[in-house]
């Protein structure tokens, strides 16, 4: 494989020149530095702060992904002469299998510099660029990484990529939990690392440890035997009219990434390079390929598919504008046409592994032991015993939240009705903060008398008709319960605010409700909410 | 030696630890109750209480610390637990499990077997719990050091539990005679029960504050009678 690198994409993409100090910062810490700014000491992971600190005239950009899927496209394109097995593994760093190319260009290094020939008039000294050549596309990468400022290329000779990562640190592996385990194992170099059995890696580290073990020994993370999936897994989007706007290419994206994610893992696979394929109206079609080491997940799926679209969508609105200017006849870069069909083809697989377990102790893990118990309560009770709570909005203290059956939910994922955030309505007629601790499942019935012992209602204005004074257990109920907790079925009131008047579907005469909440003080201390409907007052909620 | 230690990363220390003391393994409790715990929080396996008016508040404020952003809650056969106050305490709705009705003899199976995956379950009882049960739950929850928590005061459950919080002169601010609306309520909590040591302070907090948090509030000066 060879890989090419952009070590300072973030900022290349934003389009500053080489000699001027810039960085790009994500939650206010820096991911990526200009050269420039590199000579004056700002390197990556510091703080805004300190980049700022260390070379004060620098100039602070926020990452935009988006922008750096988009303009990576030309790179593409540029390799797109040497080879037609180009794959992006990202905004930055694209890679192709050189078993074809080397051997036509006569060498591993001719390869190189062809390669650095066909990037560099891209990159346009914005930015440098870093080649490595490996066996693995992991190996290459870290021989990109290798390189050094005055050469342009680390290659490593066919069969020697495991000697050439035997003595980097583990940590190059990337996978910080488990090369933790390692480091405290004594384990700190990946050649030590690989020369472990794989099968007593695989059952002490499980499936994480069994692609990580395969990567140390310079294979590809994924084993070669891979199934070509059926061609009717790719999925198809026609668009009517032609779509040269890239939101309706996105949306589109975004709908096809899911039905394929949806496909795959129905089928137990999971995909780790797909290809993204345009037609547009004048016949052309454009394909380009990705690769993701994890799974492409969908969220990915369709990431990747905007950044293409937009990358091809933008190169040939530059070319327009650029003949326009140059009176040139118009040559064919980039998707000039409106696109008439998307399709992502899903173009190597693996097994799907599911969830990926924390093996030690992570929340994945942790979610299943629950949804394990709940199997088994389920098992015993029933299925809607076990239930979750999501914030549904509504006035009443009972109504603000629904209990929905475990059994429906993922306990492993966000959910994102468990936030308040996720009702964003105000309810007017809510009773004011903070919520009582403890509401009944039935109200109880009560009576509130005022100092007289007449019974207080609540007038059409939506007034107390007098004072409250006393609060005591309906006679006729037959019930041996009394008033929350209190020995009595008495209590004085000493205190009570309200009545907030509720009105609900008034503009249905069979669920119409209206109703009145009052919140009282006994004398004993305690508060309670009570709600008068249809002239009886009921207790509905204890603030215990 | 002590040198060494002090040297070494904190995160590092715990690592290396060879042995956890049951004392080590402790749920946070919220700053103000600090002073009333023997530890300076909740022991993982042992039973918790929570007793008087105001008691559910605090079961819940106690509860939202202990837990944090990952720990399980179980609620099982309480009904009337009003979880949207537990998440203005600060309780996460998304690692909360509901067993609404346990039914009629398998209350302690249900009980037991949350015992085992959750961080902490809360119950109220209705009825007095078997000296079986007790066994069970007790043991259950020491093996899989988890909490079980009793929002009726432990009343129905046959011997002391191991901490008991209680809220004693709980009164209510913000609310007049016809106007206003409760905003924020005064209490004063003390512990006691079998791992409580000798420890009988009391602490006057807000429950909730005007916030919706558990926090300090000032003493008050005592009330003096003016009768001769």
């Not at chain 1, 050269?35 to 990452?63: T, Y």
């Not at chain 1, 998707?335 to 093996?359: C, H, K, M, N, T």
């Not at chain 2, 020491?142 to 009793?150: A, F, I």
Request: charged share 25%; hydrophobic share 45%; glycine share 10%.
């Amino acid at each position: 494989m060879l890989v090419v690198w952009c070590p300072d994409w973030p900022v290349v993409a934003w389009g500053v020149p080489l000699d001027e100090p810039a960085a790009v910062v994500v939650a206010n810490r820096v991911v990526a530095c200009s050269p420039a700014a590199r000579a004056e000491g700002v390197s990556i992971g510091i703080r805004r702060r300190d980049a700022q600190g260390r070379c004060p005239d620098i100039a602070i950009l926020e990452r935009d992904v988006d922008r750096e899927g988009r303009l990576f496209e030309p790179v593409a394109i540029a390799l797109e002469g040497i080879t037609p097995q180009v794959e992006v593994a990202g905004p930055g760093l694209v890679g192709f299998p050189t078993r074809g190319p080397s051997r036509f260009f006569g060498g591993d290094e001719q390869l190189c510099e062809e390669v650095a020939g066909a990037v560099e008039p891209i990159l346009a000294g914005r930015g440098a660029c870093r080649i490595g050549v490996a066996d693995g596309i992991f190996a290459a990468r870290l021989a990109a990484r290798a390189v050094r400022a005055e050469s342009l290329a680390v290659v490593i000779p066919a069969g020697e990529s495991v000697d050439f990562l035997a003595p980097l640190p583990v940590g190059e592996l990337a996978v910080p939990e488990l090369t933790d385990v390692l480091g405290r194992l004594g384990l700190r170099t990946i050649g030590a690392f690989a020369d472990l059995v794989p099968a007593d890696v695989i059952g002490r580290f499980g499936q994480v440890g069994q692609l990580a073990h395969r990567l140390a020994r310079g294979e590809d993370q994924h084993p070669p035997d891979l199934r070509r999936p059926a061609p009717d897994m790719a999925v198809t989007w026609q668009f009517e009219p032609a779509a040269l706007q890239i939101d309706r290419c996105a949306f589109a994206a975004k709908a096809l990434a899911d039905e394929l994610h949806a496909s795959l893992s129905g089928n137990g696979l999971a995909c780790v390079r797909v290809a993204i394929e345009a037609e547009t109206e004048s016949g052309e079609t454009h394909i380009r390929l990705w690769r993701h080491e994890g799974a492409l997940s969908a969220a990915a799926l369709a990431e990747r598919a905007r950044w293409q679209l937009d990358g091809w969508l933008h190169l040939a609105r530059s070319a327009r504008q650029h003949q326009e200017q140059e009176n040139e006849p118009p040559d064919d870069v980039g998707v000039g046409a409106g696109i008439i069909r998307l399709s992502l083809i899903p173009d190597e697989v693996v097994p799907a592994s599911g969830r990926q377990l924390g093996f030690w102790g992570g929340r994945a893990e942790r979610a299943d032991d629950v949804t394990r118990a709940v199997a088994r309560i389920q098992g015993l009770l029933g299925p809607e015993a076990v239930s979750v709570p999501e914030w549904r909005g509504g006035r009443g203290p009972a109504e603000q939240i629904t209990l929905l059956p475990a059994a429906a939910v993922d306990l492993g994922e966000e959910r994102v009705a468990t936030s308040r955030q996720w009702i964003s309505e105000p309810w007017p007629g809510r009773i004011p903060l903070p919520s009582p601790a403890r509401v009944p499942t039935d109200p109880v019935p009560v009576e509130v008398l005022d100092v007289a012992g007449v019974g207080v209602g609540v007038t059409g204005r939506g007034e107390l008709t007098s004072s409250p004074s006393i609060v005591s257990r309906h006679a006729s109920s037959s019930d041996r319960s009394t008033l929350a907790g209190s020995g009595d079925r008495r209590r004085i009131v000493q205190e009570w605010a309200g009545p907030w008047p509720v009105e609900e579907r008034w503009w249905d005469v069979m669920t119409h409700r209206r109703r009145a909440r009052m919140q009282v003080v006994f004398d004993d201390g305690s508060a309670h909410l009570l709600v008068i409907e249809d002239g009886s007052w009921w207790l509905e909620a204890t603030y215990h | 030696m002590v040198a060494l230690a002090e040297r070494l990363d904190p995160d590092l220390l715990r690592k290396i630890k060879p042995v956890t003391l049951s004392k080590d393994r402790l749920l946070e409790v919220p700053e103000v109750l600090r002073p009333l715990m023997p530890w300076g929080g909740i022991q993982r396996g042992t039973t918790v209480a929570f007793a008087g008016v105001g008691g559910w508040s605090l079961a819940m404020a106690v509860m939202a610390e202990a837990l944090g952003s990952e720990g399980w809650l179980a609620v099982v056969g309480v009904p009337s637990f009003n979880l949207s106050a537990a998440s203005e305490f600060g309780v996460r709705l998304d690692r909360v499990l509901v067993v609404q009705d346990p039914g009629p003899g398998r209350w302690g199976t249900v009980v037991a077997t949350l015992l085992e995956s959750v961080d902490m379950v809360a119950v109220a009882p209705g009825l007095r719990v078997g000296d079986r049960d007790r066994r069970r739950l007790t043991a259950r929850a020491r093996e899989q050091e988890s909490v079980l928590v009793h929002l009726d005061g432990g009343r129905t459950w046959p011997s002391t539990t191991d901490v008991t919080f209680e809220v004693h002169a709980s009164s209510w601010e913000g609310i007049g005679v016809g106007h206003g609306h409760l905003t924020k309520r005064r209490a004063v909590v003390g512990v006691k029960g079998r791992r409580t040591g000798a420890a009988s302070a009391t602490v006057p907090v807000w429950l909730p504050d005007e916030n919706g948090q558990l926090s300090a509030a000032p003493e008050l000066a005592p009330v003096l009678s003016l009768s001769s």
